[in-house]
């Protein structure tokens, strides 16, 4: 096998862990709250990209590319992660009542969680070979990178201090972000540049938002008072334990259904009941061996679990099938399960409480 296989995986992984390493040395990382933007980043993309998948079904037109339905479409959804960090910020109550530091952890792990799940996403055999577009692909990761974290933190400043710049620059930093990475390599293509220059400019032209972004960003953190407690309960046995139960779960359910012969539609319908119920027991059972758990953390656990059994699953594909996976394809599956065991976790809250 080359070893070039797995060259695009490691330079997504390079591209989240760079920015962490800088959040720890910098930022004194909370690392509870960190996971805990991750998490609200996977709740939105699950919510995103079922939602998206539903309507380019049901309106085929939305799906078609370079067009200003199918650009449209896609930026309004990038409200999802604006909606999805706004209520976690607002409802978890250790977001509540963290300092600033915890506030940019959180923001850290919406920006640099992404990267890490594509990372795992793209941990299949697909022969790679290093060159100037590998280079790229890492810059315009840590440029996103930096943009997530911007809007977040901005995102964050108004939930401490209720001024309207902050919310107004935070959810228009996103909103332009998604256009300009959906719109700019339309434009190129339409100028008929070289694929190399076209590259060199979309990745230059990222580079300088992201540091238009970071800019604003620090300046206005002076504007927010630093006030809070330290550092978030973490207990990484819960996460660890939702990573061990789910990729089991998961791999144990494929494996299964794969047996029972049914129609597309209910082997879908069994596998997110399973999933809906089994979450349910592992809380109890969980309930029953620590005094008090996480849903965070045991959320977090459960999403990187599915993805990574569903990577080990398409390593087996051929390469060419995967050459032809899109992002949305790629992501939908995980996405959908995910979403079975977040209800779940719902409904054994409900019913504790």
């Keep these: 096998?080359?070893?070039?296989?797995?060259?695009?995986?490691?330079?997504?992984?390079?591209?989240?862990?760079?920015?962490?390493?800088?959040?720890?040395?910098?930022?004194?990382?909370?690392?509870?709250?960190?996971?805990?933007?991750?998490?609200?980043?996977?709740?939105a993309i699950s919510s995103k990209m079922v939602l998206l998948s539903a309507l380019w079904f049901g309106f085929p037109l939305l799906s078609k590319p370079d067009t200003i339905q199918y650009v449209t479409t896609l930026a309004a959804l990038e409200l999802l992660?604006?909606?999805?960090?706004?209520?976690?910020?607002?409802?978890?109550?250790?977001?509540?009542?963290?300092?600033?530091?915890?506030?940019?952890?959180?923001?850290?792990?919406?920006?640099?969680?992404?990267?890490?799940?594509?990372?795992?996403?793209?941990?299949?055999?697909?022969?790679?070979?290093?060159?100037?577009?590998?280079?790229?692909?890492?810059?315009?990761?840590?440029?996103?990178?930096?943009?997530?974290?911007?809007?977040?933190?901005?995102?964050?400043?108004?939930?401490?201090?209720?001024?309207?710049?902050?919310?107004?620059?935070?959810?228009?930093?996103?909103?332009f972000s998604s256009i300009l990475t959906l719109v700019m390599p339309i434009l190129l293509y339409l100028y008929?540049?070289?694929?190399?220059?076209?590259?060199?400019?979309?990745?230059?032209?990222l580079v300088a938002y992201a540091s238009i972004v970071l800019l604003i960003v620090l300046i206005l953190r002076r504007r927010v008072e630093d006030r809070g407690s330290g550092l978030a309960p973490f207990d990484s046995r819960h996460c660890f334990a939702g990573i061990v139960s789910f990729l089991s779960l998961a791999l144990i359910v494929e494996i299964s259904i794969s047996y029972l012969h049914l129609t597309r539609t209910l082997e879908t319908i069994t596998r997110l009941l399973v999933f809906v119920m089994t979450t349910i027991v592992l809380l109890e059972l969980f309930s029953w061996t620590a005094k008090r758990i996480e849903m965070a953390e045991i959320a977090l656990g459960a999403f990187i679990g599915?993805?990574?059994?569903?990577?080990?699953?398409?390593?087996?594909?051929?390469?060419?099938?995967?050459?032809?996976?899109?992002?949305?394809?790629?992501?939908?599956?995980?996405?959908?399960?995910?979403?079975?065991?977040?209800?779940?976790?719902?409904?054994?809250?409900?019913?504790?409480?």
């Design 81 to 175: 992660e604006v909606l999805s960090a706004y209520i976690f910020l607002t409802k978890n109550s250790n977001l509540r009542n963290a300092n600033l530091c915890g506030h940019l952890s959180f923001a850290a792990g919406f920006g640099i969680g992404e990267a890490f799940t594509l990372a795992i996403l793209s941990f299949l055999p697909v022969d790679i070979s290093p060159s100037l577009s590998t280079l790229m692909v890492l810059v315009e990761r840590l440029s996103l990178v930096v943009v997530q974290f911007g809007w977040v933190a901005l995102l964050a400043y108004y939930v401490r201090n209720r001024e309207a710049i902050n919310l107004s620059l935070g959810v228009f930093f996103k909103l």
């Design 1 to 43: 096998m080359s070893g070039m296989y797995y060259l695009n995986s490691l330079t997504l992984f390079a591209a989240g862990l760079v920015p962490l390493l800088l959040f720890v040395k910098k930022l004194h990382l909370d690392r509870g709250l960190f996971l805990t933007g991750w998490l609200s980043w996977a709740c």
């Design 192 to 205: 008929d540049l070289s694929f190399e220059i076209s590259t060199i400019i979309f990745v230059a032209t």
């Design 306 to 353: 599915i993805l990574l059994s569903y990577t080990f699953r398409l390593s087996f594909a051929q390469e060419v099938l995967l050459q032809r996976l899109t992002l949305q394809a790629i992501l939908l599956p995980p996405a959908v399960t995910f979403l079975a065991v977040l209800a779940g976790i719902v409904l054994w809250r409900s019913a504790r409480h």
